[in-house]
């Protein structure tokens, strides 16, 4: 199954209208995002919790790292740039974490609040190569920044 990308963004503003709470939100979002598509194996996020530092936050799928720093693995240079990282072959990623041996591909995207400030990153991992692509990220991207406008 593939994501509908216009019935997941109406369902998630359906379920967090009104909600000013991060992690009600990233939780929400974890989960509904995380049963809209087969390829998607883990679906989390990582939270902004000091400088230069992302803690685990609400997810789907197996255990996640704990801690990520900004200046390692996918996730920490999505936080570092605040640029979205679409990884087909996470093997080939300089510096990449392997939190699930089972990994070959990552998307991951920076979450910011309504004034400009990073929340942390939202992250997507498959068992897949090549799994996502420029509409993925382009399509999330829009969701989440809907979604956290108002945090």
């Given at each position: 199954m593939r994501v509908d990308y216009p019935t997941l963004s109406k369902t998630l503003h359906a379920l967090t209208d009104g909600e000013t709470d991060s992690v009600a939100?990233?939780?929400?979002v974890a989960c509904e995002v995380h049963h809209a598509d087969d390829r998607f194996d883990w679906t989390g996020f990582y939270?902004?919790?000091a400088p230069e530092l992302l803690k685990i936050g609400p997810y789907q799928g197996g255990h996640g790292c704990l801690v990520i720093p900004f200046a390692r693995g996918v996730?920490?240079?999505a936080a570092r740039t605040g640029e979205?990282?679409?990884v087909a072959d996470v093997d080939a990623f300089p510096g990449h974490i392997a939190c699930?041996?089972?990994t070959r591909s990552e998307l991951v995207l920076p979450v910011w609040n309504g004034t400009g400030d990073l929340l942390g990153v939202f992250d997507i991992d498959s068992n897949q190569p090549a799994a996502f692509?420029?509409?993925d990220a382009d399509e999330l991207a829009a969701i989440l920044k809907s979604v956290f406008?108002?945090?």
């Amino acid at each position: 199954m593939r994501v509908d990308y216009p019935t997941l963004s109406k369902t998630l503003h359906a379920l967090t209208d009104g909600e000013t709470d991060s992690v009600a939100l990233m939780a929400t979002v974890a989960c509904e995002v995380h049963h809209a598509d087969d390829r998607f194996d883990w679906t989390g996020f990582y939270r902004v919790t000091a400088p230069e530092l992302l803690k685990i936050g609400p997810y789907q799928g197996g255990h996640g790292c704990l801690v990520i720093p900004f200046a390692r693995g996918v996730c920490g240079a999505a936080a570092r740039t605040g640029e979205t990282q679409l990884v087909a072959d996470v093997d080939a990623f300089p510096g990449h974490i392997a939190c699930a041996s089972s990994t070959r591909s990552e998307l991951v995207l920076p979450v910011w609040n309504g004034t400009g400030d990073l929340l942390g990153v939202f992250d997507i991992d498959s068992n897949q190569p090549a799994a996502f692509d420029q509409t993925d990220a382009d399509e999330l991207a829009a969701i989440l920044k809907s979604v956290f406008a108002n945090v």
